[in-house]
């Protein structure tokens, strides 16, 4: 019996102090069903006496009245006395009773809407004041002292605690003030750590002393990468989601290969990039305007390699376009939108996931690998090729053709494995060699897969993520075909590498920008 009375605690009071104030009157019929007596204050009371619920104002509560335009309603000693006091502390009996203080055993609160508010305006005295003070506080209050308080956060916790006092007869248990604690301070960190990074953006900080990540759960996932491995999704926008039209749940492989393909469409002019992801990399790219010819170039480059994989396009995939895709197996398309004919053509496809992009945005991306307690951060390499900052080195100039085909070939390269090596012509890649230890190796493989399905290309241009560190590997590319070509420089061997391409009359530009990617 003892004992029960040490884990079961009958709740007499409630505060309740919402921004949020929806779904209240089915919690305040059960309040009043077990004679729970409400303090609130501002909206909320205002909205419980319009609801006909009885409930004493804040400020008749404390004997004091608000001030600093709200800035100070809930910040007094009689309510955090009220939710702080340990009930079988004999000290704090005393204290209450010299103070004339009362418990509070019910703390109902959600927060102002930082996060809402972010998205509304850019005012920064607007954003400021529409950072909660009171509210945190007193759930931290009614967290901390979860052995006799009872601390609600969200209005989706509604119905969880109404079933809690029916089954307990207007009681809550030790196990679920424990649970609902934990999840106040998740919101309170939440709802901090968005505050944090609100004032850091605000002063271009990107990398701070410490930093707090925040995101909430979007789905659990059914494994990882393997399915031994667990994963989850997680977004720091609420409203920036998925839009999947069609198919069957996303599984982690599929979303690491969405944000990589996203990430390469979105870098290409509108309304004309087409790129083909297998396994984090691209295996097919092209920028043609002709969004049909854009696809068919991207998927020639290595069909092979395609099956099964994804295709990002940020045009609007039309039925002239859907039937070709359809021919293909291909794990997701995404797209800026599907026509009606195209959707009804794609969807005959059993085992096809489509997604809507026009409403997914990207802010400034930093991409993390972590393991065990070490967290490495970057922010995203979105520097494209600069027309100001590169060399010619070579006695031979690049005509325009040559000259746009670097900038294609050498943008695509900067999302492609290291070490990356990169052909192309009419602005489409024709060969891509990826992830090998080896530069001479990515040469390669970039040239068997032009010659495999493309036989002969005329001014074929080569872009590599990085210098050359010896003369074989340029040397491989020019006798392959190769005319042009565009590496960062910074080697030992650099006036080697501008040597051979004057003995063979290619062209050579020296980016002075690297694009390792691992």
Do not use: W
């Amino acid at each position: 019996m003892g004992n029960k009375k040490n884990t079961v605690k009958k709740i007499k009071s409630a505060l309740i102090s919402l921004s949020d104030k929806t779904d209240l009157k089915p919690l305040l019929v059960e309040l009043k069903k077990n004679n729970i007596k409400i303090i609130s204050s501002g909206g909320t009371f205002k909205k419980i006496k319009e609801l006909k619920f009885k409930c004493l104002e804040v400020s008749d509560f404390t004997g004091f009245k608000e001030i600093l335009d709200g800035r100070v309603k809930t910040l007094h000693p009689k309510i955090h006395a009220g939710i702080l006091s340990k009930r079988d502390n004999k000290s704090h009996l005393k204290d209450l009773k010299k103070n004339n203080f009362d418990n509070i055993d019910l703390v109902i609160v959600n927060f102002y809407p930082f996060e809402k508010t972010l998205e509304q305006t850019n005012n920064h005295k607007k954003i400021i004041e529409n950072i909660d003070i009171g509210g945190p506080t007193m759930v931290r209050a009614a967290a901390k002292n979860y052995n006799d308080v009872t601390v609600i956060t969200s209005n989706e916790q509604y119905s969880e605690l109404i079933r809690e006092l029916k089954k307990n007869k207007g009681c809550t248990s030790l196990k679920f003030r424990e649970k609902m604690s934990r999840l106040a301070f998740t919101e309170s960190a939440y709802y901090d750590a968005i505050i944090l990074n609100y004032l850091n953006k605000n002063a271009n900080i990107n990398f701070p002393k410490k930093r707090i990540v925040y995101s909430s759960l979007v789905e659990n996932l059914r494994y990882g990468e393997n399915p031994h491995q667990d994963s989850a999704l997680y977004s720091q926008n609420k409203n920036n989601k998925i839009k999947q039209l069609y198919g069957k749940t996303l599984s982690y492989n599929n979303y690491s290969d969405i944000f990589t393909a996203l990430t390469i469409s979105r870098s290409f002019p509108k309304n004309t990039g087409t790129v083909i992801i297998k396994h984090g990399n691209p295996c097919g790219a092209s920028t043609l305007r002709d969004n049909l010819n854009s696809f068919n170039s991207a998927l020639r480059c290595d069909p092979i390699s395609a099956f099964g994989g994804i295709v990002s396009c940020n045009y609007r995939i039309t039925q002239k376009i859907a039937f070709e895709l359809k021919k293909k197996f291909l794990e997701v398309i995404i797209a800026n939108g599907f026509d009606k004919n195209a959707l009804r053509i794609l969807k005959l496809k059993k085992n096809l996931r489509l997604i809507d992009s026009s409403n997914i945005s990207f802010g400034e991306i930093f991409k993390s690998y972590s393991i065990d307690n070490f967290t490495l951060l970057q922010s995203e390499d979105n520097r494209l090729f600069s027309k100001k900052k590169f060399k010619i080195v070579s006695k031979r100039k690049p005509s325009k053709s040559q000259f746009d085909n670097l900038i294609f070939a050498f943008n695509v390269c900067r999302f492609v494995k290291s070490n990356a090596v990169v052909l192309a012509s009419n602005k489409s890649t024709i060969g891509i060699g990826s992830g090998q230890p080896s530069r001479l190796d990515s040469c390669r493989i970039a040239i068997d897969k032009m010659n495999k399905f493309l036989k002969y290309e005329k001014d074929v241009v080569a872009a590599s993520d990085a210098f050359f560190p010896f003369i074989d590997g340029i040397e491989k590319l020019v006798q392959s075909g190769v005319n042009a070509v565009i590496q960062p420089a910074g080697s030992i061997r650099d006036k080697e590498i501008i040597k051979f391409a004057n003995d063979t009359n290619t062209v050579l530009i020296f980016s002075e920008t690297r694009h390792f990617r691992h």
